[in-house]
């Protein structure tokens, strides 16, 4: 395919993605007015499935399958981290020495670490019913692991941070979340379909049917995948200021 070819299949294409958007903009409704037919409906939906946060009903029932599209991102990044930051057979990882840490620190670290693990949690477990989820909750949960490395020194992280098993963890997540949307399918419905479970008493743990087990499930990839990318950078890190000290 020549140049001039390809510029010309670029421009038919261009401009027709640009028509199209300024005739999808010429039919918004104005600003300032009351006619908001996606956010009444998306709201109507949601209640009728018994979930009380509507951003999550939007999230993982509505449009799940988007909400796999940007898992699938994080787990593609958590991946590729892996692969190029690996250590290769040539290469002797030294044991970082231990550095003191001032008292106020190594105190406001260790009370604030489990109430920032609990918060995170609380996050996940609620977000069908309150403003966040897994995606909050997931950063909230892995970041609290390092206030470790704040309060005490990075070999104290390692040891609660086995990143082996947080790779591990990491892909369950992903698994566990194409498995609940193939589990519609083989119901007979649509795949991500929020059919498979009773959708409960509305504003408890157990309403929004498949909602919670999707949260769950994205909260679970992003804590894992949280703890995995800042596992590979720290250890460059450690590498990096090893060599600079020899």
């Known amino acids: 395919m020549s140049r001039r070819l390809r510029l010309w299949l ?18 918004l409704p104005a600003f300032g007015g009351d006619r908001h037919p996606y956010g009444d409906r998306a709201v109507r939906e949601s209640l009728a499935r018994h979930t009380a946060n509507t951003v999550a009903s939007v999230n993982f029932d509505q449009r799940a399958f988007d909400t796999l599209g940007e898992m699938t991102i994080l787990f593609a990044a958590v991946l590729g981290c892996v692969v190029l ?14 550095e003191p840490v001032a008292l106020p620190v ?7 670490l489990p109430v920032a693990l609990l918060t995170g949690l609380y996050v996940v477990a609620h977000g069908q019913l309150s403003p966040g989820g897994g995606f909050q909750g997931g950063v909230v949960a892995a970041t609290s692991l390092h206030l470790l490395y704040l309060g005490a020194d990075y070999r ?19 698994c566990a979340y194409l498995v609940t949307g193939l589990a519609g399918l083989i119901g007979g419905t649509a795949f991500l379909a929020d059919t498979l479970l009773p959708y409960g008493t509305f504003d408890t743990l157990s309403s929004g049917g498949t909602v919670p087990l999707l949260n769950a499930a994205v909260g679970m990839e992003v804590a894992c995948a949280v703890v995995v990318l800042l596992a590979r950078f720290l250890d460059q890190a450690v590498e990096i200021e090893k060599g600079a000290g020899t």
């Open 85 to 98: 930051l690996r250590q290769t057979r040539d290469e002797h990882r030294a044991r970082p020495e231990p």
């Open 10 to 27: 670029v421009a038919v294409g261009g401009g027709g993605l640009a028509a199209l958007l300024v005739a999808a903009c010429l039919d």
């Open 106 to 112: 190594r105190r406001y670290a260790l009370v604030a």
């Open 156 to 174: 104290a992280l390692e040891r609660i941070r086995p990143v082996g098993l947080y790779e591990v963890g990491d892909a369950l997540a992903v």
